[in-house]
């Protein structure tokens, strides 16, 4: 969806504790028409998230855009292929060239793990199908439930903006939020507990 690498964007600048943007940096950072980037931003001033100003605007509550995004947010629709591969976590992380998401993303980027996770979500881009199909190739397949969901992408801000095979923690954030396992909510917890500036304001 387009309007994620906004709200991506607006994010990661949260994180690193900007608060004013404008229209047409947006609409630049994420190849997007200005015309679409003002629609986003008034959506987002209605719910009380961004205040406009004569020159962009400044975020008010960036709980309310991470919220407002997992809300939407439909991983499992994204997901391109799914396989069970015989081997542990541990050993599909360790072989995969690719940008992980969700609790792997988590655990590899804080070093901690807060509750097991049997799945393994990652994202491939659009010209390292060929590789992956390779890294596939001689894997050990089994008949059980898959742990191993791929979802091929050609959203450029979101591998421009992926570091050490690591989306980024917005991403992450949301796609974790979007998974129904008993996982899913000690991860979230963890990860609100360590970044406040996510926590929704009273």
């Known amino acids: 969806m387009k309007y994620e690498k906004i709200y991506r964007e607006i994010l990661i600048g949260a994180l690193e504790r900007r608060e004013r943007f404008t229209q047409l940096e947006l609409s630049k950072k994420c190849a997007l028409s200005l015309g679409f980037v003002n629609k986003i931003i008034k959506r987002l001033a209605e719910i009380g998230a961004v205040d406009i100003q004569r020159r962009g605007f400044r975020i008010i509550d960036s709980s309310k855009i991470l919220f407002d995004w997992a809300s939407k947010r439909r991983i499992k629709k994204e997901v391109s292929e799914s396989y069970c591969i015989d081997m542990n976590i541990g050993e599909i992380e360790k072989s995969l060239p690719f940008i992980f998401t ?57 591998i421009k903006n992926s570091k050490n095979k690591i989306a980024p923690l917005p991403q992450i954030f949301v796609d974790t939020y979007n998974l129904g396992s008993i996982a899913s909510k000690y991860f979230i917890k963890e990860m609100l507990d360590k970044y406040p500036i996510f926590k929704v304001e009273a």
Request: glycine share 2%; aromatic share 18%.
């Open 102 to 158: 969700a609790y792997s993303a988590w655990r590899l980027l804080m070093n901690s793990m807060p509750f097991d996770y049997d799945e393994v979500y990652i994202y491939v881009p659009i010209e390292g199908k060929k590789l992956f199909r390779m890294w596939l190739k001689d894997k050990p397949a089994k008949k059980r439930k898959e742990n191993l969901f791929v979802i091929f992408t050609d959203d450029d801000h979101l």
